[in-house]
């Protein structure tokens, strides 16, 4: 009854950085920067896997749609994160903040099952190679990624729909850049311990059995390449493998220093530096990992801008 009697808040107000108007103007620059390569090279990755045809393989695929969800992650915060700091704050409705938290949370989700899937997607080539064509056909892909995109989606809307009925009734001032979870249910004045619990009960089928998967993905596939016999056969063997190990790598250690390890020693500027690990600066060096680190990428875009400078 105390809980009802108390004015709900309805809109709340994200502080940002809290810091001079140089770096402030700096800071948007560079986001803005960062921002658009984000969606220029994940866009291109799009573009070249659904155009070249050497590249309409499995593993590109799920590549592609590592680059999906790299947009819609970045879409989703850094737009009204320039605007944030461009105003030195900004005011976001409850409705608002509650969407960018599903449209944070759900595309992280798809990715730790992605990430597996891509993950398996490597496990067969290399150890099963003569069953790869009848194992991950086109068809088996388009389920594995409609499968992973449905369970990030739909679970995180089951969690979303809960914190919807918290009440919000004291302060509304958000000390983070975008409305993340942990910041979020600080300000609430209902007991939060339930959603704390389902958020480390989650976190066992959405991100430690993915995690188990992968080591045991990738301790095969150490095994089966040390068979090689031939040095040559067993660096091609690890170059298939290492810009996704990398991209694994840079996701689970981001979100393991953002949720997982203890913040109370961290100050709010180094948590929220921190946040911009999985939100800004992941989906940005993604296609520059894939990139760089892939001989058919880079084939693919000297062939698709040697065509246009011919034009």
Same mark, same amino acid.
């Given at each position: ?7 709900? !808040?309805?809109?709340? /107000? ?11 103007? /700096?800071?948007?620059?560079? /986001? /803005? !920067? ?21 590249? +309409? ?10 680059? @999906? ?25 409850? $409705?608002?903040?509650?969407? +960018? ?9 798809? &990715? ?13 080539? @290399?150890?099963?190679?003569? =069953? ?9 892909? *388009? ?29 509304? #001032? ?23 619990? &389902?958020?480390?009960?989650?976190? $066992? ?8 998967? @992968? ?9 089966? *390449? ?8 067993? +660096? ?9 190990? #990398?991209? *694994? ?10 949720? *997982?390890?203890? %913040? ?14 999985? %939100? ?12 760089? =680190? ?18």
């Amino acid at each position: 009854m105390q809980e009802k009697n108390l004015t709900e !808040v309805t809109e709340f /107000f994200l502080l940002g950085f809290q810091t001079s108007q140089r770096l402030r103007i /700096f800071l948007f620059c560079l /986001f /803005f !920067v960062v921002y658009c390569g984000t969606i220029c090279g994940n866009l291109l990755i799009i573009t070249l896997v659904s155009t070249i045809k050497n590249l +309409q393989t499995p593993m590109y695929f799920f590549i592609s749609q590592l680059s @999906i969800s790299d947009i819609l992650l970045t879409t989703n915060i850094v737009p009204n994160l320039l605007h944030v700091l461009l105003n030195n704050g900004a005011a976001i409705s409850f $409705i608002d903040c509650i969407t +960018q938290l599903y449209f944070l949370c759900a595309p992280e989700v798809f &990715e730790c099952f992605l990430l597996t899937v891509m993950s398996y997607d490597r496990y067969v080539a @290399i150890c099963n190679p003569l =069953r790869y064509s009848t194992i991950m056909t086109s068809g088996h892909c *388009v389920i594995l990624s409609i499968f992973c995109w449905l369970l990030g989606f739909s679970v995180i809307l089951i969690y979303i729909l809960k914190i919807t009925k918290l009440y919000f009734c004291g302060s509304n #001032i958000i000390d983070h850049l975008f409305c993340d979870i942990l910041p979020f249910l600080e300000l609430s004045c209902s007991d939060t311990f339930v959603i704390h619990l &389902e958020i480390y009960l989650l976190c $066992i089928p959405l991100v430690f059995i993915p995690t188990t998967i @992968i080591v045991a993905s990738y301790t095969y596939i150490i095994r089966a *390449v040390l068979r090689i016999p031939s040095s040559t056969g067993r +660096q091609k063997a690890f170059s298939t493998c290492s810009s996704h190990l #990398i991209v *694994v790598s840079i996701f689970y250690w981001s979100l393991f220093f953002v949720y *997982v390890v203890p %913040t109370k020693g961290l100050t709010l500027t180094s948590s929220k530096i921190l946040s911009l690990l999985y %939100t800004v600066v992941t989906p940005f060096i993604n296609p520059i990992i894939y990139s760089l =680190r892939n001989k058919d990428i880079r084939k693919a875009i000297k062939e698709s801008f040697g065509k246009r400078a011919t034009w």
